[in-house]
């Protein structure tokens, strides 16, 4: 009996070690650049959607991606995270094509409108601790931290309250920030957003950047976020990156602030700011 719990405590011992060498070789092999993107071009019909599109984004760099609607900002997403090839140019995410990419859970991937289906039969936690489970891997037991992660995700979208109601009752506003929920329970190494806090309350956006800036300081996580609401997050920003088909502006905050031009709501005036860019 004794022998047998002796095996045992040295098999678990030889599970922990593992699992530690495990995390830190994935840490390690994270590169400097997280996502290049080189001359992309993509069309979905025969108007072009995107035309020579280049920029990178290094470990640790918090961007936001903005521009009028329509510009192609979602569909440039979609491109960074493989859910579309472009026609034209290269795109390599943590260092490989993002359709390459193995661990999907290194991608917190939120789309603008994601599609829950209104008959899920899950609640509000429950889709939310899907993100813990896929990054923990076969190898990986339940840890305490996991609860904690699911706990800190809801506040962050303000949802606590609504944790036990199935998801299919929610607003499509509110599932968009159950599924920002799951993507930060995952903690993952890129986190990309599509207009994540339009509409909620000056609150739930301060929780939120609270959440994100956790994620960049304290796991050296790398975000690009598209919104056109950057107040909440407008001194945590790197880099401000400006979309209309290509890229007219990518800099530091400070460079368009000296430019007269505030980070606050631009859902109407981002347009006449464009303009004033004269092709920067
Ligand atoms: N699935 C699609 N099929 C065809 N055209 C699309 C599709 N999605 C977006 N578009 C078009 O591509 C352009 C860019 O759209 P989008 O990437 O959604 O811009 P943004 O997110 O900046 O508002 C728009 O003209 C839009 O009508
Ligand atoms: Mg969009």
């Known amino acids: 009996m004794a022998r047998r719990g002796r095996t045992l405590a040295r098999f678990l011992d030889l599970g922990r070690k ?7 070789a994935a840490t390690a092999a994270l590169p400097d650049t997280i996502l290049a993107v080189d001359g992309v071009t993509f069309s979905y019909g025969h108007e072009p959607v995107l035309v020579d599109v280049s920029f ?29 090839r472009p026609q034209a140019g290269r795109v390599e995410l943590l260092g490989v094509a993002p359709r390459d990419l193995a661990e999907r859970w290194r ?25 813990r489970l896929a990054r923990r891997g076969w190898w990986r037991r339940g840890r305490t931290g996991d609860a904690e992660a699911v706990d800190h995700a809801l506040q962050a979208v303000a949802l606590t309250d ?7 009752e929610l607003s499509g506003g ?38 994100v800036v956790h994620l960049v300081e304290h796991h050296s996580a790398t975000v690009l976020l598209v919104s056109h609401e950057l107040g909440a997050v407008a001194d945590d920003l790197d880099r401000v990156i400006v979309l209309k088909r290509t890229v007219l502006f990518d800099g530091p905050p400070s460079a368009l602030t000296a430019r007269g031009v505030s980070l606050g709501v631009h859902r109407d005036d981002l347009p006449l700011w464009l303009e004033d860019l004269g092709g920067a």
């Open 18 to 24: 593992l699992r530690t060498i495990l995390d830190s």
């Open 56 to 84: 990178a984004i290094r470990r640790g760099e918090f961007a936001a991606l903005v521009g009028p609607n329509g510009s192609g900002k979602s569909t440039l997403l979609r491109v960074l995270v493989g859910l579309l």
């Open 107 to 131: 991608i917190g991937y939120v789309p603008q409108r994601p599609a829950l289906t209104g008959d899920l039969p899950a609640t509000v936690e429950e889709v939310v601790r899907i993100g």
């Open 162 to 168: 609504q944790r036990r109601r199935p998801v299919g």
């Open 174 to 211: 509110q599932q968009q920030r159950v599924m920002i929920a799951k993507a930060l329970a995952g903690e993952p190494d890129v986190l990309v957003l599509d207009e994540p806090i339009a509409g909620v309350d000056r609150e739930a956006q301060q929780q939120f950047r609270d959440s």
